[in-house]
């Protein structure tokens, strides 16, 4: 058995990050958003930011990966040494996630001393590539997501000296990881150069010519549809859908919460959880598991379902186990819809504040919130059931409900519960 592997959690911004540490993250990846694939939705778009948040991150001992995984095209060359120099003169990220070959030869001539781990978005999926990688100096390769365990196993007995790591939880592409082109295509959004629009995921239905402008006249498929190639007759495609549309390219998310052991065995030394424009919830909620699994698998306890409690509480699309174990076929596909109706507790607040004086909790509200609910106040080491006895909206004015949209208010609470506590309401029974 190989040491004990890192949980590296995505960071969309700089309250995600400090979630993620708190709730058992060892390393976070970020992204600067002119390299990197989240151009959108991305909280560290000043360099400060970054150089904020690696002093956090280094100050718990932990470590931050900057992204830097773009395909660019030769407009964004010209700033990218510039830009890198700025920033590495305000801090020094652990390790430099990239893809493109031409920024790797670039940051090698410009920056020799800096670490490169190689993105997911180069695909790697054997040992040939991972010896070529080596041989230009990467440290780290992140295994193409469409690899088994066993193939993980292949590279790390031919490669003993790379480090691997593995995405372990989140969502999937349909195509090779992040490398294709429907959002280009319907949305003039280039998924390559971090501005995917998810087009996989939308609801796509058939319409009859004269009726694509209007929604009144969408008529359900109600004959029997098949897509056949000319050269294979006996293979024929359903096309099909329900009055929500069909969803033939929505992957189910990744979860290998179950398959940790395995994958240490097979050599990987960083597990790697996607999303970095997930809420904090779900950042909080998914290290907290992992983190549970991976101290029971480093004390050899064998794999707690009940782990599976916080997984099943966030956004999901249904789980599979990726590639790791085969191709998982159409058993991979969502294809009845696009959202969570798999999430067992409902997100409602994190708390940003007690008042010792007057025994309340200043809540950031993302849900209702009632008086006479019970609720579940999520810790980074427990969890706590109560019931709202009193509610107080902004002002301190007493309610009985506050609204979704609201941004903060008061509830009575015997005890600060710390800086790291978020709420929830459970929806289904685990
Ligand atoms: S459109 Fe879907 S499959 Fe394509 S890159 Fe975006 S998320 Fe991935």
């Known amino acids: 058995m190989t040491a004990a592997p890192e949980l590296l959690m995505p960071a969309g911004d700089m309250e995600k990050m400090k979630y993620a ?4 993250a060892d390393a976070v990846y970020l992204g600067i958003p002119r390299f990197s694939l989240r151009a959108r939705e991305n909280g560290f778009k000043k360099l400060e930011q970054v ?5 956090y991150a280094h ?4 470590k931050v990966y900057v992204t830097a995984n773009i395909f660019p095209h030769n407009s964004k060359l010209p700033s990218f040494t510039k830009y890198i120099a700025e920033l590495l003169a305000l801090c020094r990220p652990d390790a430099w996630i990239m893809s493109d070959p031409g920024l790797i030869m670039m940051m090698q001539e410009h920056f020799p001393q800096e670490v490169i781990h190689m993105s997911v978005q180069s695909n790697t999926l054997n040992y040939a590539s991972v010896k070529f990688w080596q041989k230009m100096g990467i440290k780290r390769i992140i295994v193409s997501r469409e690899i088994s365990i066993k193939e993980i196993k292949e590279i790390h007995e031919a490669c003993p000296d790379m480090e691997l790591e593995s995405f372990i939880h989140g969502a999937i592409c349909m195509a090779y990881s992040g490398r294709c082109l429907i959002s280009n295509y319907l949305s003039h959004r280039d998924s390559n150069q971090g501005v995917c629009t998810n087009s996989c995921r939308w609801e796509y239905k058939v319409y009859k010519k004269e009726g694509v402008q209007e929604e009144t006249a969408y008529q359900p498929l109600l004959d029997q549809y098949y897509l056949k190639e000319s050269e294979r007759p006996d293979d024929l495609f359903e096309l099909d859908e329900d009055e929500h549309g069909s969803y033939l390219m929505n992957s189910k998310d990744l979860c290998a919460i179950a398959s940790l052991g ?9 597990f790697k959880v996607e999303g970095r424009s997930k809420s904090v919830y779900y950042v909080a909620m998914i290290a907290r598991a ?3 699994a991976m101290d029971d698998l480093a004390t050899g306890r064998p794999f707690n379902p009940q782990h599976m409690k916080d997984i099943f509480a966030t956004s999901n699309r249904g789980f599979i186990e990726g590639f790791l174990y085969g191709n998982p076929g159409d058993v991979g596909q969502e294809y009845l819809t696009s959202n969570s109706e798999y999430s067992t507790y409902r997100y409602v607040a994190l708390v940003k504040g007690y008042d010792k004086d007057r025994q309340r909790l200043n809540l950031r509200i993302g849900n209702p919130i009632k008086v006479g609910q019970t609720y579940e106040l999520c810790l980074p080491q427990q969890d706590e059931l109560f019931t709202v006895e009193e509610l107080f909206d902004e002002k301190g004015n007493s309610v009985k409900l506050v609204h979704g949209g609201i941004s903060s208010c008061w509830i009575k609470f015997p005890k600060d519960p710390g800086p790291f506590a978020v709420i929830r309401e ?3 029974f685990f």
Request: contains cysteine; positive net charge.
């Open 21 to 24: 540490f708190a709730f058992g």
């Open 51 to 55: 150089a904020e948040a690696i002093s």
């Open 59 to 62: 100050q718990l001992g932990k």
């Open 262 to 270: 395995e994958l240490q065995e097979a050599g990987v030394c960083s």
């Open 290 to 292: 992992y983190r549970r």
């Open 426 to 428: 459970a929806i289904k």
